[in-house]
Each structure stands twice: as structure tokens, then as C-alpha cells.
């Protein structure tokens, strides 16, 4: 047998054992006809403030119970990400974690654009976002490149970073708000992006374009729409941070959380047994 004829035969089964997140989505419809859908092509990527916002859940193998997800939130014009914590995915709890994002982020929110599942699409968000003066819009359904930009932050930022374990209680939710402190800091600050420029199609054949690798906090910074006291103050935590410090920070912190992950909890085993530390 061949090296490729084995590659080939044992392709089902390698793809088996790679870890993978199990997909929580659940289309919304209560207010979904209000929410205007709109494509990539009509986003304004050019000015601060437009942002995609998704959920990462960390269930491990099993979605039953309840458990911890991610808010991943991205601006179009910067990439400046911002994480936090989820207890759960109640309407309230993504509401408030939504508001401590806007907190930090060094401009204005101006747009919000979420999927259709029923934890965005609800009057909980649009009267928050109605009171903020927050653009509040929608992708296409069944189109994951409406939203490119935070599916690619929720491998980056989110996967690779936790992982596919299952977490839950208080303990973890700590332990994964205390983790996106030092990894923002380092992911705004000293981690670079490129952008896409431009992309041409001729025949089967796309050559696609990229910009200067920027972190978001120079793209901030070179930013005509963000006014000279938010860039001072950028500046002046900009000096007071260490990356290998951060680093060693996430490290240590990445230590705390895979400590209290979870093995996937069927139904027959014992609740003692289900708490036994994955690592």
C-alpha cells in the first residue's frame, strides 16, 4: 500500500479525532423582519465603530445543561477585538456583556451586526441599542461570509486560545473573564492584521491584495475619524504595557482555566463522575 493510498483511506478517521465545537445556533424570529439585513458590501469599513459581535460555546462534546460561552465582538475599520466571559446565553446576560465591550473600546459604538440566533435577535437588544442610537443589523441567513471577519476572530481569539472543553460554574467563569484581560491587551496592542485590499477574479485564477500589517491600536491611530484624546490615551496605556509580561500572564491564566475543564458528561455517568478535571 502506498503512502497516499493510506493518507486516503484513513482520512474519515483522522477527521473524527480532531476536536471541533458543536454548533449551539438557533435561528430567532421574534423581531427578525424589524432588524434590516444587510450584506458586506453595503458595511461602512472605513469608519471606526462598525462592529460584528458572535457567541463561541464551550460545551465540549455535549450541549445539554447549562455552560460557558464567549462574546466575541470585531471592528471592521481597526480589528480591535474585545472578549468576555459568558455564565450563559440568556437575552440579559449578552445584553450586559455587549455594554461592558462598548465600555472598553477606545471609539464609538456606532453599528452592531449580529446572526439570527435568538440570543441578538430580541427586544432586549433592540431597545438597548434604539437607546445607544446603535445601528443595529443582521446577515443574510445561511451566509457565514456576512460575518467573515468574527468567524476568523472566534478561531484566532476564541479556539485557539481555550479550546473545545466544556466549562461551567463559577469557578471557570472567573477563570476565562480573568484570561481575556491580558489577551486583548495583547491582541489590540501587539498583535498585527493585515486587511484585504483588493481581490481579482481572472478566470479560476483570485489574486488577492493585503495592506502593511497594522496592529488595531497603529490602525487606531491612523484613523482621520478617532479625536486626539482617545489616541492620547491609547498612547499612554500603549507605554505602560509589556508583551512578555502579558504573555506569561495569558499563559498562567490559560493554566488556571484548563484546570477546570470538564470531561463530556453522559447520561451514564455518575454526577461525581462528571467532574473530574480534564487536565
Sequence with gaps: MSPATADRLLRRARQKERPHGRSTTKPGTLLKHSIPVRSFAQWDDERPGFTEVDLVAHCGESTRGEYLHSLDMVDIATRWVELAALPNRGQATVSAAIERCQH?????????????????????LVRYCDAQRITFTRPRPYRKNDQAHVEQKNWTAVRQM?????????????????????????????????????????GAKVTKRYDQAKTPYQRVL???????????????????LN?????????ACQGRLWSLALLPTPSVISDDEATIPLR
Design 243 to 251: 508583551p512578555a509580561e502579558l504573555l506569561r500572564q495569558i499563559e
Design 104 to 124: 472598553r473600546l477606545p471609539f464609538a459604538l456606532l453599528g452592531l451586526d449580529s446572526d439570527n440566533r435568538s440570543e441578538f435577535i430580541n427586544a432586549n
Design 162 to 202: 481555550v479550546g473545545y472543553d466544556r466549562y461551567e460554574g463559577e469557578a471557570a467563569y472567573r477563570a476565562l473573564e480573568a484570561l481575556y484581560v491580558p489577551l486583548r491587551l495583547y491582541l489590540n496592542f501587539f498583535s498585527p492584521v493585515m486587511v484585504l485590499v483588493s481581490k481579482e477574479r481572472n
Design 222 to 240: 491612523n484613523s482621520p475619524h478617532i479625536d486626539d484624546q482617545a489616541k492620547a490615551r491609547l498612547r499612554t496605556q500603549y507605554l505602560s
